[in-house]
């Protein structure tokens, strides 16, 4: 036999564990349903606070581009016609302007509060409407310090931190994923994030082989999160091997 | 060839897509198997599958079902192990074993030389390098064509057939190595 005819020989290969199968099986379509859940369950991105200007409709846009093409020809030829088209169908200027609003995290006296009377016409009602977690105007609410890290610029920080958790345990490295969620719990100890947070951790753990962790973490969850639709995923992992 | 039969039964049915539970049924073994030929340790073999899985299942809606299945996992499976490998942690060369047949009788001499010869084409093939590795694996024990082996590694034909006479000859240099280390002609 020759070495090639051998090694057209080697055939499909042996087959593998019965167990390790399982084991892949149940933590990957886990994951799948995890992510089917959470998808599914994930609020529509909120429009970010920035100093883009409102989207206008392309079909409107495109349309008073052509009219004002049209009657801006005629006004260049001199037409009284065209500058009376010209003066009626000028778009009149809006300019809409979101202003960035530090976040204020529980006795940081740091940043003052602002003053309770707001004058009329402050950018506050003029907020994305995605914003809720915008105060309300009253002064005494918005004395009341604030213990969830809320505003939507902290939320975006919430979830990149776990979206890069996520990809580094997708990607098979759990020690990194669990250093991310912790970073996570450190800056964001009772963020909108935290219940997808500790499951991500716990999931982390038991990746880590660190099982009695992860068990007692997914008590505290479970007390914190009696309701959390990440449950029935993570009792799976937790009945696996 | 039972390459040449591994091959036409791995060939999907005609605009067949696959649901993805019956593809990690179905493709389980090979894919654990080719993950372990490219050389990945058995300590990290589950989570290599899992991952390749993973990704399948995310690309699942842009395979070609008029193409065969297994070169197109086959091409996960092996960025999967490039990766992998690539890892400063993961670069140590690996000793592979060859898988134990169980047969309860003593071996007949030609049944010891063809899993002698087996074995031997095992180690051999763990020692040539990752990229023309994967071109044997698919053409010379698989049975794919060589357009087709292209087609899913995303490398050009000349590449492709470049590749696996390189492969050959260092295959075949890894077979006289290991026959003389074991004082064989």
Known sequence: MTPLEALRALGPGEEPPVEAKQRVAGALFTALDAAALAAAAAP????PASLHPAPVSLLGGVAGSKVLAVA?????????????????????????????RPARIAGSAALPLEPDSAPSGTPANSAPSGAQST???????????????????????????????????????????LNTAEQHRHLFPHGRLAEEREALAIRALL????????????????????????SSALES????P | MGAQKVSKRVEPAPSALPSFRALFEQEFTYVWNVLRRLG???????????????????????????RPLRPWLFAFAFHAASNHKSLARNRVELCVVAPELVDP???????????????????ALARVSLDRRALLLLHEVEGHSIPEIAHSLAIPLNTAYSRLRLARQEYELAVRRLRAQRGES
């Open chain 1, 44 to 47: 529509k991105p909120l429009a």
């Open chain 2, 105 to 123: 009788l003593p071996p007949a001499d030609e049944q010891l030389i063809t899993r002698q010869e087996l074995e031997l084409a095992e180690l």
């Open chain 1, 72 to 100: 801006g020809a005629i006004w260049l030829m001199g037409g009284i016609t065209g500058a009376a088209l010209y003066r009626v169908l000028r778009p009149t200027e809006v300019r809409v302007v979101y202003i960035d």
């Open chain 2, 40 to 66: 990945i340790a058995p300590r990290d073999l589950e989570d290599l599958t899992q991952q390749v899985f993973l990704q399948v299942h995310s690309q699942l809606a842009s395979f070609d079902p008029s």
């Open chain 1, 237 to 240: 992992a937790l009945l696996g």
């Open chain 1, 135 to 177: 105060p309300p105007a009253s002064g005494v609410a918005r004395s009341k310090p604030s213990f969830v890290a809320d505003s939507p610029s902290d939320l975006a920080r919430e979830r990149a931190l776990l979206d890069i958790a996520r990809a580094d345990a997708a990607h098979g490295d759990p020690t990194q994923a």
């Open chain 1, 207 to 230: 990746s880590l082989g660190r099982r009695q962790e992860a068990e007692a973490r997914a008590r505290a969850f479970r007390i914190a999160y009696p309701h959390s639709f990440l």
